[in-house]
């Protein structure tokens, strides 16, 4: 593009990246330079992160990319894994464009199988997937008002655990024990690779207070919790977690009252719940808070004659891993779960 300019991003350029990215309407908190130390930390991936500049040096656009490399799961990159956003970002849409194809050129003479941009907008010159949808719900100025609105049985099933004197906790890395105890008991449950523990302590770090941890605790013990960014106006949640024993308590439910309650007093005005196939079971839960489906387009850049990757839980060849991992020693799966996670977008 005439006048624009590609650049590789550099330790010096923090402060204009994020002050960019914090004043773009259109950004995510995942564009914000902090994930190229956190990624880069806890996993090791290479990044290449890019930004473009106008014919005056001013900052007018920033593309985040991470490479994943391993013998099981193929060389791919992606913008940016692990969450549901990312892709370019810039002034226009010219912008955007010209990072991507600097992208795209630049590994193309490499072993990388495809780029996967995870975008809020459709781009007419890329394949795309588009069966998953954000779910977004509007915030009202008070939690009366958003009590008011839920349904009869919504509220009941807040009132039940309520009942049970649990302890609510809410705060930063001095939780993080009790999240982990959690999040990592229901991912075996799942049949999913869990994270490090160190993976999320170097977001809580690098982040600060957008980033908050929600703990419940029942009977002294942590049974409920939830992994909270804020940025801009929007709080995410794009880690809730609940043990199985605590189901038939309705534990989930209070989790997310009180996350919603959280949101509101912080004075945020969006909150998103996560991405979910069209009327999956997790839309449907989330749909029943009132959230709103906003759909996620992910762009791919693939060699010519390459099909979509399909590298999701839903792929049929990955049923049996999921079935014996779900049946592996909690310990085992915390020990073996991070080398293999780290490469799962």
């Given at each position: 593009?005439?006048?624009?300019?590609?650049?590789?991003?550099?330790?010096?350029?923090?402060?204009?990246?994020?002050?960019?990215?914090?004043?773009?309407?259109?950004?995510?908190?995942?564009?914000?330079?902090?994930?190229?130390?956190?990624?880069e930390?806890?996993?090791?991936?290479?990044?290449?992160?890019?930004?473009?500049?106008?014919?005056?040096?001013?900052?007018?656009?920033?593309?985040?990319?991470?490479?994943?490399?391993?013998?099981?799961?193929?060389?791919f990159?992606?913008?940016?894994?692990?969450?549901?956003?990312?892709?370019?970002?810039?002034?226009?849409?010219?912008?955007?464009?010209?990072?991507?194809?600097?992208?795209?050129?630049?590994?193309?003479?490499?072993?990388?199988?495809?780029?996967?941009?995870?975008?809020?907008?459709?781009?007419?010159?890329?394949?795309v997937?588009?069966?998953?949808?954000?779910?977004?719900?509007?915030?009202?100025?008070t939690?009366?008002?958003?009590?008011s609105?839920?349904?009869?049985?919504?509220?009941?099933?807040?009132?039940?655990?309520?009942?049970?004197?649990?302890?609510?906790?809410?705060?930063?890395?001095?939780?993080l024990?009790?999240?982990?105890?959690?999040?990592?008991?229901?991912?075996?449950?799942?049949?999913?690779?869990?994270?490090?523990?160190?993976?999320?302590?170097?977001?809580?770090?690098?982040?600060?207070?957008?980033?908050?941890?929600?703990?419940?605790?029942?009977?002294?013990?942590?049974?409920?919790?939830?992994?909270?960014?804020?940025?801009?106006?929007?709080?995410?949640?794009?880690?809730?977690?609940?043990?199985?024993?605590?189901?038939?308590?309705?534990?989930?439910?209070?989790?997310?009252?009180?996350?919603?309650?959280?949101?509101?007093r912080?004075?945020?005005?969006?909150?998103?719940?996560?991405?979910?196939?069209?009327?999956?079971?997790?839309?449907?839960?989330?749909?029943?808070?009132?959230?709103?489906?906003?759909?996620?387009?992910?762009?791919?850049?693939?060699?010519e004659?390459?099909?979509?990757?399909?590298?999701?839980?839903?792929?049929?060849?990955?049923?049996?891993?999921?079935?014996?991992?779900?049946?592996?020693?909690?310990?085992?799966?915390?020990?073996?779960?991070?080398?293999?996670?780290?490469?799962?977008?």
């Amino acid at each position: 593009m005439q006048g624009v300019v590609i650049r590789n991003y550099s330790e010096d350029m923090q402060a204009a990246w994020d002050a960019y990215v914090t004043q773009n309407p259109a950004s995510s908190i995942y564009h914000l330079s902090a994930w190229k130390t956190v990624i880069e930390t806890a996993f090791g991936h290479e990044t290449a992160y890019l930004y473009a500049a106008d014919a005056q040096g001013n900052l007018c656009g920033v593309l985040p990319l991470v490479r994943l490399k391993s013998p099981l799961f193929g060389d791919f990159v992606v913008s940016i894994p692990y969450f549901n956003y990312g892709g370019a970002l810039g002034e226009h849409a010219e912008v955007e464009s010209a990072l991507m194809l600097q992208a795209s050129q630049r590994f193309a003479g490499t072993t990388v199988g495809h780029i996967e941009w995870r975008d809020v907008v459709r781009r007419a010159s890329y394949s795309v997937r588009e069966d998953k949808a954000a779910m977004i719900l509007a915030l009202p100025e008070t939690e009366e008002v958003l009590w008011s609105q839920l349904g009869t049985k919504l509220r009941a099933q807040i009132k039940k655990p309520q009942k049970e004197a649990p302890m609510l906790l809410i705060g930063g890395e001095e939780y993080l024990e009790d999240f982990y105890a959690v999040f990592a008991t229901n991912m075996r449950d799942l049949g999913t690779p869990v994270y490090a523990k160190s993976f999320f302590a170097i977001i809580l770090r690098q982040l600060g207070k957008k980033a908050r941890l929600v703990v419940i605790r029942h009977q002294g013990k942590p049974v409920s919790a939830a992994f909270l960014l804020g940025f801009r106006g929007q709080l995410e949640i794009p880690w809730a977690s609940t043990v199985r024993e605590a189901n038939s308590l309705s534990m989930n439910m209070l989790l997310y009252w009180e996350v919603l309650r959280f949101a509101i007093r912080e004075g945020y005005h969006q909150f998103d719940f996560g991405r979910s196939t069209r009327d999956a079971g997790t839309y449907k839960f989330k749909a029943q808070w009132g959230a709103q489906p906003k759909q996620l387009y992910w762009h791919y850049w693939l060699p010519e004659g390459k099909e979509l990757p399909r590298l999701n839980p839903d792929n049929p060849k990955f049923k049996l891993a999921i079935a014996i991992w779900q049946r592996l020693p909690l310990w085992l799966t915390k020990l073996i779960g991070p080398p293999v996670v780290k490469y799962l977008p």
